[in-house]
């Protein structure tokens, strides 16, 4: 049974419990239409996952088989914090890479895609990761660190990190030197010149101090979140694929090999991010974050479709171990449908009776 069986749950009580000492405090974190999408993204992200996690497992596998050198004992606590450690340091190198190398950044942009900044944008997960991260982990398998440690240390890794995604909590003090914490990861959500390309660390910030990629939160200047090049779209599949379908295109009206191969492993700031939007100087004033119309119905339809989706997923974490690899796939296509169904109607004008945006 996947871990995420059991987290699914208590995932929903925190963000219910965010939003309403949110509410006691004055503050409207939460809007409805980008907690629905990011939920919803989730979901498709564990749906995917279900199977993607099994490449990420079946290559690692190999590896460690292939090259590992050293014998890990798991009952040595130390061992597992050592291991934590370097598990950290090669997700600091997955994390960077999804932001400055273009086909790695259209795996990663959907965890960026939100404009708002809670709990449930830490489920905004990509689907489509599987097919290269753990070639990054190849140091881990080298190491010998044994497989269920890998997936131990991994699950360890990303948990912590869904609990950085809140405005709730204000710095914190000496941790902030080397850890990741809501104020410096709300930084890596950022928008502001000064956030773009800062804080990619997992669980420590120590990587980013070691590699001149950290930035500090500051107080003159309210971070606004998202990406530079919106998505502008409830719809959780076209947000993860929206950008390899960029890059496709640029791919193919290409006039030379080196321009394709710039396209595709160039920075997304560079030749793709200029040829798609005019860049100037960012003002935080001025941002306006996406937004539709949403008729009470249309509410209620996103709110149900979470709630459906949530059982669907947990049921296909149920149904799993006797399904097959073809009705596995039929299972997942039919979730990813509905939740693109429910994603494109709340963009369709003759839902929300306006113009589309
Ligand atoms: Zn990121
Ligand atoms: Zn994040």
Redesign the pocket.
């Known amino acids: 049974m996947s871990p995420f069986f059991y987290v699914v749950p208590f995932f929903f009580v925190l963000i219910t419990l965010e939003f309403v000492l949110a509410r006691r405090r004055g503050l409207e974190i939460y809007r409805l239409q980008d907690t629905v999408t990011s939920i919803n993204t989730g979901i498709v992200s564990q749906a995917v996952n279900v199977l993607g996690a099994g490449v990420s497992v079946y290559m690692y596998s190999l590896m460690v088989d292939a090259f590992g050198l050293f014998s890990w004992d798991a009952s040595n606590l130390w061992l597992w914090v050592i291991g934590l450690v370097l598990y950290d340091f090669c997700y600091y190198w997955v994390?960077r890479t999804?932001?400055e190398v273009n086909l790695f950044w259209a795996a990663?942009v959907i965890?960026?895609s939100s404009e708002d900044f809670n709990l449930a944008t830490a489920l905004r997960q990509s689907a489509t990761g599987f097919w290269f991260k753990w070639v990054f982990y190849a140091p881990l398998a080298v190491l010998g660190v044994p497989l269920k440690m890998f997936i131990v240390l991994g699950l360890i890794d990303l948990l912590y990190q869904y609990w950085v995604h809140t405005q709730l909590v204000g710095r914190m003090g000496v941790l902030e030197r080397f850890m990741v914490t809501p104020s410096n990861h709300r930084v890596?959500?950022g928008q502001n010149d000064y956030c773009i390309d800062r804080n990619?660390g997992g669980i420590f910030s120590v990587w980013d101090k070691m590699f001149g990629t950290y930035a500090d939160e500051r107080e003159d200047e309210k971070v606004v979140y998202g990406v530079r090049k919106p998505l502008r779209s409830w719809d959780p599949v076209w947000g993860n694929i929206h950008h390899y379908v960029l890059i496709a295109r640029l791919v193919r009206g290409a006039s030379s090999w080196r321009e394709r191969l710039v396209h595709v492993f160039g920075k997304p700031r560079g030749p793709v991010l200029l040829a798609a939007v005019e860049e100037k100087p960012f003002n935080p004033e001025e941002f306006v974050p996406f937004a539709t119309p949403a008729p009470r119905f249309m509410q209620v339809i996103g709110v149900c479709s979470t709630l459906l989706g949530a059982v669907a997923l947990m049921t296909f974490y149920w149904l799993l171990p006797g399904l097959g690899l073809g009705q596995s796939l039929l299972y997942m296509a039919a979730m990813l449908a509905f939740f693109s169904f429910i994603g494109q109607l709340w963009l369709h004008p003759r839902v929300t009776g306006a113009a589309r945006q």
């Open positions: 994390h999804g932001h990663h965890h960026h890596h959500h990619y």
